[in-house]
């Protein structure tokens, strides 16, 4: 996102503008950042339940996998 940025050996007013938009563009990224965390996270706590099962089908899994092997 290079908007705002002053060419090289621009006067101090374009600097200004730079510091102010890079400001601007860090300030409306945050939010963003923040409001799509918020939301996502919402819709995680309804997915628990599906993350939980498949980490039980997957653990014992493994445990009748490992007493499979070790009895061949």
Do not use: D, H, N
């Not at 102010?20 to 628990?48: D, H, P, Q, W």
């Amino acid at each position: 996102m290079p908007w705002g940025l002053a060419p090289q050996g621009a006067p101090p007013e374009a600097l200004a503008v730079g510091v102010v938009a890079y400001v601007a563009k860090l300030g409306l990224c945050g939010f963003l950042l923040a409001f799509f965390e918020t939301s996502i996270a919402k819709m995680r706590v309804f997915r628990v339940p599906e993350f939980l099962g498949a980490a039980l089908m997957l653990g014992l899994l493994a445990t009748l996998l490992m007493f499979v092997s070790r009895s061949l």
